[in-house]
């Protein structure tokens, strides 16, 4: 008789996505971190397949800051997650920045942000820098 698994798959993709994204943190300078920390993750493929690292920033100046890092971000993402071929930038405002009036249809959204007014910055990531390390 096989033995139960200790992790079903889901738990066992957030444990290793959990760890990834310490790692990848852990890789950056003090200052990178701290901006970081005001930001939220994900990875999802792209509409063409392409396997892209999102980062999503609160404010339109984190965003910039990000952005003026951008070669720090691939080289470290290159480095440590195999397969991704993309960086996002994103910026998802709070709520109080973007206008609250709803628009008719409109869709119940989180608290945290105005999905219509994000805005991202794709930055693709060269062979030549996945095979750097």
């Not at 950056?28 to 396997?51: I, N, R």
């Not at 249809?105 to 999905?115: A, I, T, Y």
């Amino acid at each position: 008789m096989l033995s139960q698994p200790i992790f079903d798959d889901r738990s066992l993709s957030e444990s290793f996505y959990k760890a990834l994204l310490e790692r990848f943190y852990d890789s950056l300078h003090q200052s990178t971190q701290s901006l970081l920390g005001e930001c939220s993750f994900g990875m999802a493929p792209s509409p063409t397949g392409v396997k892209t690292f999102f980062i999503v920033a609160p404010t339109v100046l984190a965003g910039e800051q990000l952005i003026g890092i951008i070669d720090t971000i691939r080289d470290r993402v290159a480095a440590l997650m195999g397969g991704v071929g993309q960086v996002a930038i994103c910026i998802n405002p709070p709520k109080d920045v973007a206008q609250t009036s709803p628009t008719p249809g409109e869709c119940d959204r989180s608290s945290d942000g105005h999905p219509e007014y994000m805005m991202c910055k794709i930055f693709p990531i060269s062979r030549e820098e996945s095979t750097s390390d």
